[in-house]
């Protein structure tokens, strides 16, 4: 079955521990990206990347890295999460017709 | 810079209503337009799309034509069920794959 696959899933954590979120997908695409949704404000672009060692900032770059090391991978990392990144984020890929394929989501907590 | 305006929800409605929500678009070039939907729960999934002017794209009872002129692309459906409840989003692509999504509209039709 074609997915996105997250995780965590939910979490809870506080200021200063580094985090990761994982993402991966199956469908061997190269366009895979990561969004914040928080309430009134749709979704925002953190980064995106076309391929393998290619990521680019999109809108809400700051406090946020990822690593593009596999087509299928594309961690975010949050080194120093603060309480303003509490959000729900998800993880697409793009097929070439540019459709997006999301995961599920994953609510972050920062206390 | 590139901007998406949705109709502020949420959008309360009774089964079988005529739907609209309505989205226009700022970009330079002509984009690509997309409707994307979110159920509770889950992550965003592609509704429907258009490529071109006076394209008119469909799916699930749903339409939505590419107007240049007036730089829009309207979510129309002629009867709406209690399962169509969820978070309409209108995102468009410059061809640059940095998308730029809507607030997104919430629609509850109810029995």
């Known amino acids: 079955e074609a997915q996105v696959t997250q995780n965590p899933r939910y979490l809870i954590t506080v200021t200063g521990k580094k985090l990761t979120v994982t993402c991966s997908q199956n469908m061997n695409h190269e366009y895979m990206s990561w969004y914040r949704q928080d309430p009134g404000l749709g979704l925002r672009q953190i980064y995106y990347?076309?391929?393998?060692?290619?990521?680019d900032k999109g809108d809400v770059p700051e406090g946020y890295k990822v690593s593009r090391k596999e087509k299928r991978n594309f961690p975010l990392i949050l080194e120093s999460p603060s309480p303003n990144q509490t959000s729900l984020y998800f993880c697409a890929s793009m097929e070439n017709t540019g459709e997006l394929f999301f995961g599920e989501g994953s609510r972050l907590t920062v206390l | 810079g590139n901007s998406v305006t949705q109709m502020e929800g949420p959008v309360t409605l009774s089964e079988e209503a005529f739907l609209t929500i309505n989205c226009t678009y700022t970009?330079?070039?002509?984009?690509?337009l997309f409707w994307y939907v979110q159920y509770p729960g889950e992550g965003l999934q592609l509704l429907l799309k258009a490529t071109k002017a006076d394209d008119k794209g469909s799916n699930k009872g749903f339409e939505a034509t590419y107007r240049k002129e007036t730089t829009s692309f309207h979510l129309e459906k002629g009867s709406v069920q209690v399962s169509d409840s969820a978070v309409y989003f209108c995102?468009?692509?410059?061809?640059?794959?940095?998308?730029?999504f809507g607030s997104g509209t919430r629609l509850q039709v109810q029995p």
């Open positions: 995102v468009f692509d410059t061809g640059r794959r940095a998308l730029t």
């Open positions: 990347s076309m391929n393998v060692e290619v990521t």
């Open positions: 970009a330079t070039g002509y984009p690509s």
